[in-house]
């Protein structure tokens, strides 16, 4: 059963930085591509990044660019999102999702209903 669970989570001040990561089990990343979003209190779920399976293609909001850096260590099955600078407007839970690379493209890398597996999500405050 294909299952992703986001860690890293947490309270950090603005400008501040966390890691978050989306460890995959029972599949393997490789064909997969993983995209992360969030979802504010009251707004919808927004693309955050996408990074494609083989070839390490990334992709990022325009709001974001710059900011944050998503990656993939293949051997640990594991997605990054290294979120540097952030603002309070960052709040939001984080999901990560899986979706076969066959599908995603760069017309809707960010696009939440182009994934079909999710992970529970981790919440991030961005608060003094």
């Known amino acids: 059963q294909l299952q992703l669970v986001e860690s890293g989570g947490g309270l950090v001040q603005p400008g501040g930085s966390l890691r978050l990561s989306c460890a995959a089990s029972?599949?393997?990343?490789?064909?997969?591509?993983i995209g992360w979003f969030r979802q504010a209190p009251g707004k919808e779920r927004e693309g955050v990044a996408c990074?494609?399976?083989?070839?390490?293609?990334?992709y990022y909001a325009d709001s974001m660019e710059g900011r944050f850096t998503v990656s993939r260590d293949a051997a640990k099955n594991t997605v990054y999102l290294q979120m540097d600078s952030l603002k309070p407007a960052d709040t939001a839970v984080y999901y990560c999702?899986?979706?076969?690379?066959?599908?995603?493209?760069?017309?809707?890398?960010?696009?939440?209903?182009?994934?079909?597996?999710w992970g529970q999500g981790t919440q991030v405050t961005v608060s003094s």
């Open positions: 990074i494609s399976d083989s070839d390490g293609t990334t």
């Open positions: 999702a899986a979706e076969h690379q066959k599908y995603i493209g760069a017309y809707n890398a960010l696009q939440s209903a182009a994934f079909h597996s």
């Open positions: 029972g599949f393997t990343l490789d064909y997969y591509a």
